[in-house]
């Protein structure tokens, strides 16, 4: 980023130092040539840039499955690989974000248990929502359908972004179909406390300190409290989900198969 950076800055700075003008035609001449290396600088870091991810997509492409095959049974529901490729693309992007190197064998491997470990509960879950009789009726699915598209500024924008997701219609009712009973079993089935005022207190007391350290302003408790409550009770239903998840998996019969 910082090789991209550089030269973008330092084109910026000819340029405003071109518009300043110049009695000097020796100077003007030189700011022309400045301006035109600065242009190439660019073009060629971001040029590298370009290969870069180029070979970093090579790379994680080949972490990928056939789509057809079976990675995985769950009580006798196959995981096929297309499921498996989603759901890794994703766990990818996360590692990413956090700065980390999903291609090294460690990442990779990292990886897969992490893509096949939450297939495994999404699919258990899912089975045990259908046990409990939750369901979508096509006014639940037509209904999140339109507040998906509500993010985008026009239908074209929503179809580009399904086409970079590698979706289309069917698949996305299928997972809006498959989401909605997730979502009501996991309201009704795992309950979780509120967060108590001295939880909430000790989350806040724990930001401020981190604020302060790096020399940041400190929102009042007032201000902050309804996004920290919020926040721990999403903590807990995640830490009770992961518990769940564990019990669940004692009493199925799970074959992994990559």
Same mark, same amino acid.
């Given at each position: 980023?910082?090789?991209? !950076?550089?030269?973008? /800055? /330092?084109? %910026? !700075? ?8 110049? $009695?000097?035609?020796? #100077?003007? +001449? $030189? #700011?022309?040539?400045? =301006?035109?290396? =600065? ?9 590298? @840039? ?6 970093? @997509? ?7 499955? #056939?789509?057809?095959?079976?990675? &995985?049974?769950?009580?006798?529901? +196959? ?8 759901? !890794?693309?994703? =766990? ?16 990779? +491997? ?10 495994v509960g999404q699919t258990l879950l899912l089975q045990a929502a259908d046990k409990k009789g939750y =369901? &979508?009726s096509k006014a639940e699915i037509e209904k999140q359908l339109a507040e998906i598209k509500k993010q ?14 590698? %979706? $289309? ?14 979502? +009501? ?11 108590? #005022?001295?939880?909430?207190?000790k989350y806040y007391d724990q930001v401020a300190e981190q604020a302060k350290t790096s020399g940041q ?6 201000? %902050? ?9 999403? @903590? ?11 019990? %669940? ?10």
């Open positions: 980023m910082k090789k991209l !950076l550089y030269p973008i /800055i /330092i084109g %910026l !700075l000819a340029v405003v130092l071109t518009a300043c003008g110049s $009695n000097d035609e020796a #100077d003007k +001449k $030189n #700011d022309e040539k400045e =301006t035109k290396t =600065t242009e190439k600088e660019t073009a060629k870091a971001t040029e590298e @840039q370009q290969k870069q991810m180029e070979e970093m @997509q090579k790379k994680l492409d080949k972490q990928k499955v #056939d789509e057809k095959k079976t990675v &995985a049974i769950v009580n006798d529901e +196959k995981i096929s690989g297309a499921e498996y490729n989603t759901v !890794l693309s994703t =766990t990818q992007m996360q590692m990413q974000q956090f700065g980390q190197d999903p291609t090294t064998k460690e990442g990779a +491997k990292q990886i897969k248990e992490q893509t096949l470990n939450s297939l =369901t &979508a985008y500024d026009s239908e074209e924008k929503f179809k580009e972004a399904m086409k970079q997701a590698g %979706l $289309n219609s069917e698949m996305l009712n299928a997972q809006i179909a498959e989401n909605i009973p997730y979502t +009501k079993y996991v309201e009704k089935e795992i309950k979780v406390d509120e967060a108590t #005022d001295e939880e909430i207190q302003k400190v929102q009042k408790l007032e201000e %902050l409290k309804p996004q920290i409550k919020e926040q721990l009770e999403q @903590q807990k239903k995640q830490e009770k989900l992961v518990k769940h998840v564990e019990e %669940l998996q004692k009493n199925a019969k799970v074959d992994i198969k990559i």
